[in-house]
């Protein structure tokens, strides 16, 4: 419960620090690229469900991102982290975020 409230407010915290934005930045786009590998780390452990991850992380994706062509590559690199067996946030952040 600790690693999901953990990660719930990591990811609100930086989607509200980029909020303000109006467009995204290299740095933005990289930084939410962890925070999605830190979230789907967290609920692969906690056991969601894919579906569920997918929902609850791509609302966060929707919310940090401005520019359509980055929500649809962040989706895509959430897509690949949820079906890959690898479950540990350095391992989805060293194979998708760099």
Known sequence: MKKTLLAVASI???AF???STTSDSSELVSQQCKISAEAVSTLKS?????TSIR???A???NVSLKVQENKDAAQA???????DSVA???ALEAKYCS
């Not at 690199?77 to 079906?83: A, S």
């Open 55 to 57: 929902k609850d992380v």
């Open 12 to 14: 609100s915290v930086a």
């Open 88 to 90: 540990t946030t350095s």
């Open 46 to 50: 906690l056991r969601y469900g894919n």
């Open 77 to 83: 690199t959430l897509n690949r982290m949820v079906d």
């Open 17 to 19: 620090a980029y909020a």
């Open 59 to 61: 609302s966060l994706i």
